[in-house]
């Protein structure tokens, strides 16, 4: 089945830099790739999806890229704040169901003012 | 309300019994999931639901690990003589189907299951 790896698994930054979270797939046949947000104590939040017929999205200081040749997609936000601070999830829907996501490890993310 | 909901939010069993977490979807979402999460980890797949069709249990880790939607809209996970390595919070999630155009998961904010 797909395998979705994620780094790091901690980052921390300054508020006001930029934050990087990556993750690679195994299958394919994935073909829709959506990150998740989670604050603490809450159910998983949708911040931003891509489909394999782009290669980036754009969402005012969020963006994802997607390299489908090398299997990796990335999560990007610049100008970070103190209220972006969660722990982030990847994700890839099912090679052989597309309705059937699988997530990667989730990085901590911690914005300090 | 409009969002998905779980009950209990919190659950305290002794080892060996039985438990029961339920879950009501959006109205009008076709798909339903439950998902496992472990203190730090990450979403471990448990079961797919999808209309009429078959659910997906593939993600079930045991046999004391059963789950049912019944008339396609509330759920029920049930885990039978629980164990403390059961301990974690259950999620679950519905959307619309990929194939039509949806795709996002609507979480509930979980179920915490602590097995003394």
């Known amino acids: 089945g797909e395998n979705v790896e994620q780094h790091p698994s901690t980052l921390s930054v300054q508020e006001g830099d930029s934050a990087v979270i990556k993750c690679t797939y195994s299958?394919?046949?994935?073909?829709?790739f959506p990150w998740y947000k989670q604050e603490l104590g809450k159910g998983p939040q949708l911040i931003i999806d891509?489909?394999?017929?782009?290669g980036e999205k754009k969402d005012q200081r969020i963006a994802v890229t997607l390299n489908k040749t090398a299997k990796h997609f990335s999560l990007h936000i610049t100008e970070t704040q103190p209220e972006d601070s969660a722990v982030y999830f990847c994700?890839?829907?099912?090679?052989?169901?597309?309705?059937?996501?699988?997530f990667g490890s989730g990085t901590k993310l911690n914005v300090k003012p | 309300g409009a969002g998905v909901s779980q009950s209990p939010s919190n659950k305290v069993t002794e080892k060996g019994k039985d438990v029961e977490l339920r879950c009501d979807p959006i109205?009008?979402?076709?798909?339903l999931y439950w998902y496992r999460q472990s203190l730090g980890q990450g979403l471990e797949f448990l079961i797919y639901?999808?209309?009429?069709?078959?659910?997906?249990k593939s993600g079930l880790p045991s046999d004391r690990f059963s789950a049912e939607r019944t008339g396609g809209s509330v759920s029920t996970l049930t885990i039978q003589r629980t164990q403390q390595e059961d301990s974690a919070v259950y999620l679950c999630?519905?959307?619309?189907?990929?194939?039509?155009?949806?795709?996002?998961?609507?979480f509930g904010e979980g179920s915490r299951l602590t097995v003394l």
């Open positions: 299958d394919s046949a994935s073909n829709y």
């Open positions: 109205s009008g979402h076709t798909a």
């Open positions: 999630a519905s959307s619309f189907s990929l194939a039509v155009g949806g795709g996002e998961l609507f």
């Open positions: 891509i489909r394999s017929n782009v």
């Open positions: 994700a890839a829907s099912g090679p052989y169901n597309f309705n059937k996501f699988y």
């Open positions: 639901f999808q209309g009429n069709s078959a659910p997906d």
